[in-house]
């Protein structure tokens, strides 16, 4: 019988599907190809802090995959054998309870939860960040006589500054440690909010304007690893990244000599040029560093012309306004501006007076109490 053209576009029509398919199938592999890109370094970290929250997060997906892949099994099963076309599978529309299905329906997960909590609770505690480390890793415990690193963190826009206060150094965009020694971070924020990120040694923290946050860390293996910003802080984010270094320690030695050899001095007044925005900076060493910057930063009054926040505090816990009000406002009219180097400029005056009650009622006087602030002339 000769072929119909409807047969004929048939066989054709499956032809093309099979052809399809054999050619789709390299086509598979493409997306496992593109994961071996990837770095997996959150799997593999090289810090017992990261390692500790990769197991964590190992344990947690391993309980509740005990859950997931059973109720994914049993739907497919009963799926397929509850077919219509199953003839042979037991009908039962009255059927309604089972008391020994309710128990395991209910006991599984109830376990489940009852170690997830307990694992979350305890690793919550002892992972937290602002918790100084007991151990170098899991064998290990802290040698009596090591003495921790110290790093000041600083997130600009956008930008990272190091600021290692024992040693009197400071960096841009490069981050060094010795491998096995505690690592007590100190984090702020210039401006925006920002996160400080490296996979390989710890979880993310915040680092925020105003305000310090903490994190205690070690770094096991020797290497260079990756840092960057976990939260988006505008136009420079993407390439807001840094290199972390795990050096040995006579290797980190030689790192802080080749800082103070190759930097320059920085203080307040390089601090506010550096923090004014910009974008792929490179990496910068200096060889000084004023003690008292940090705590400047966090205050926020790098600028001097500026209060610090410590100091609006101490005035508002101490009533705030009044005699101290114009203190602080006479001190800070007659400061000079960092970036000036001119002297001090002449004394401003100021009516520094206040009426202060004597007496209450209807028959109370007032009286007014003046006091001279040095440098500064009272009318």
């Known amino acids: 019988m000769p072929a119909t053209p409807s047969s004929l576009i048939d066989r054709s029509g499956q032809g093309l599907m099979k052809a399809l398919v054999a050619n789709a199938k390299p086509l598979a592999l493409v997306p496992f190809l593109m994961l071996a890109g990837c770095n997996m370094v959150v799997l593999a970290p090289s810090g017992d802090i990261a390692v500790q929250q990769r197991n964590l997060i190992a344990i947690s997906t391993m309980l509740m995959l005990l859950i997931i892949v059973p109720v994914i099994a049993l739907t497919l099963f009963f799926a397929w054998k509850y077919r219509q076309s199953n003839t042979n599978a037991?009908?039962?529309?009255?059927?309604?309870?089972?008391?020994?299905?309710?128990?395991?329906?209910?006991?599984?997960?109830?376990?489940?939860?009852?170690?997830?909590?307990?694992?979350?609770w305890i690793s919550t505690h002892k992972l937290d960040p602002y918790r100084p480390l007991d151990r170098i890793d899991a064998t290990r415990s802290i040698p009596a006589n090591i003495k921790p690193l110290n790093v000041e963190v600083v997130a600009l826009d956008w930008k990272w500054l190091f600021l290692y206060p024992d040693q009197g150094i400071a960096t841009v965009n490069e981050l060094a440690a010795p491998v096995d020694t505690p690592i007590n971070f100190k984090i702020t924020s210039s401006s925006v909010m920002n996160s400080f990120f490296v996979p390989a040694l710890a979880g993310q923290i915040y680092a925020m304007p105003g305000m310090e946050t903490k994190l205690h860390a070690v770094i096991n293996q020797a290497g260079e690893y990756q840092g960057f910003s976990a939260n988006y802080s505008g136009a420079g984010f993407s390439n807001m990244r840094f290199k972390f270094h795990g050096f040995s320690q006579a290797d980190f030695d030689e790192w802080v000599k080749k800082v103070r050899s190759e930097g320059n001095r920085f203080g307040r007044f390089e601090y506010l040029k550096l923090e004014q925005p910009s974008e792929k900076d490179p990496v910068r060493y200096f060889s000084s560093l004023d003690p008292k910057l940090y705590d400047a930063i966090l205050n926020m009054c790098v600028d001097q012309s500026k209060m610090c926040m410590n100091e609006m505090m101490h005035i508002d816990a101490n009533g705030g306004g009044g005699m101290e009000g114009i203190n602080n406002v006479i001190r800070l009219a007659n400061k000079s501006e960092p970036w000036s180097k001119q002297p001090d400029r002449p004394a401003k005056p100021f009516v520094a007076a206040l009426c202060t009650p004597t007496g209450t009622g209807p028959g109370g006087s007032l009286e007014t109490a003046t006091r001279r602030f040095d440098g500064t002339r009272i009318d």
Request: aromatic share 10%.
């Open 90 to 120: 037991t009908y039962e529309p009255e059927w309604h309870h089972s008391t020994r299905l309710e128990l395991v329906i209910w006991s599984a997960p109830l376990a489940i939860i009852i170690a997830l909590g307990s694992v979350t």
